[in-house]
């Protein structure tokens, strides 16, 4: 069982590149999470996917695009990579989001030059 | 909107002693979710409160929820080294979920 995992660990890009950062879960949960974390910032909240097929906007989505693949899957892309976004990207998941205790995946750190 | 402010940012405690970090948000919160991260690591669940009046323990960490104060602590019972790490509070309302800034706890001996 391995929980929530997010690939790649750790990601350079150019200022203009595109990425797709992976994320899956094998608890069976139906909602998933993608946030990004910044130096004393705390967690924001990108993207979130109640169920599969939903996806909404949460606090800072400006810049990215999700899709909930099936029940285990969860990516974030960057179309256009700005330096801006440099940050490590936690990827989550929760029973439904009713029941909102969250499962993190190790977490990405990208940098954008 | 939802805003969570923690305090203190910074802790330094000696071993030994109790300490509490505090949690206020600002509009009505459905659950109220305390997490632990480790420098370069993951986030961990440590509590889930549902309700006013919520209390729970693990260990040497209790947290309690007050929803007419919009106030949760985590308390913190004679500190050991391996307290130390960044412990985030998190609120929900209305599919609105938002974090503290986090307080990074350091335990000394």
């Known amino acids: 069982n391995a929980g929530v995992t997010q690939t790649p660990k750790f990601q350079v890009l150019k200022t203009g590149q595109s990425m797709t950062l992976q994320c899956a879960q094998d608890m069976n949960h139906n909602s998933m999470y993608w946030y990004r974390q910044d130096p004393g910032m705390g967690l924001r909240l990108i993207y979130y996917s109640a169920s599969e097929g939903t996806t909404d906007k949460g606090e800072v989505p400006n810049g990215y695009n999700v899709s909930r693949l099936n029940k285990r899957e969860f990516s974030l892309r960057l179309e256009s990579a700005a330096p801006s976004q440099t940050s490590v990207y936690f990827c989550?998941?929760?029973?439904?989001?009713?029941?909102?205790?969250?499962?993190f995946g190790p977490g990405t750190r990208l940098t954008v030059l | 909107e939802l805003k969570v402010e923690q305090n203190p940012l910074f802790l330094s405690m000696q071993e030994g002693k109790n300490y509490t970090i505090y949690c206020n948000y600002s509009?009505?919160?459905?659950?109220l979710y305390w997490y632990r991260q480790d420098p370069g690591k993951s986030l961990e669940s440590l509590f889930v409160l549902l309700s006013n009046g919520a209390v729970k323990q693990e260990g040497r960490l209790m947290a309690s929820l007050d929803t007419k104060a919009r106030l949760s602590t985590l308390h913190i019972t004679a500190a050991v080294h391996d307290l130390s790490a960044t412990y985030f509070c998190a609120a929900d309302s209305y599919n609105d979920m938002r974090f503290g800034a986090g307080t990074r706890l350091t335990v000394k001996p």
């Open positions: 509009t009505t919160s459905d659950r």
């Open positions: 989550a998941s929760s029973v439904t989001w009713t029941d909102n205790e969250q499962f």
